[in-house]
């Protein structure tokens, strides 16, 4: 089943509201770097995070 697509105003949204964590999808740096969104952070720091992300926690990922 593949994830439900949103728009990037409702992703916008959710993130300002504190609804959903805004994740870069790629695992390079460097080219998370390149095409960073305000308030995202890299697919390194979501799985660094101590304690984990609940399981209930919204993740909008997003790529270009």
């Known amino acids: 089943?593949?994830?439900p697509r949103i728009s990037p105003a409702?992703?916008?949204s959710?993130?300002?509201k504190?609804?959903?964590l805004l994740v870069c999808a790629y695992d390079d740096d460097a080219k998370c770097a390149q095409i960073k969104v305000?308030?995202?952070i890299s697919l390194r720091e979501l799985?660094?995070?101590v304690p984990?992300?609940?399981e209930d926690q919204e993740i909008v990922f997003y790529c270009s």
Do not use: L
């Open 1 to 3: 089943m593949a994830a």
């Open 10 to 12: 409702e992703a916008s």
């Open 14 to 16: 959710k993130v300002k």
């Open 18 to 20: 504190g609804e959903a």
């Open 38 to 40: 305000q308030g995202a």
């Open 47 to 49: 799985t660094g995070r």
């Open 52 to 54: 984990p992300v609940s």
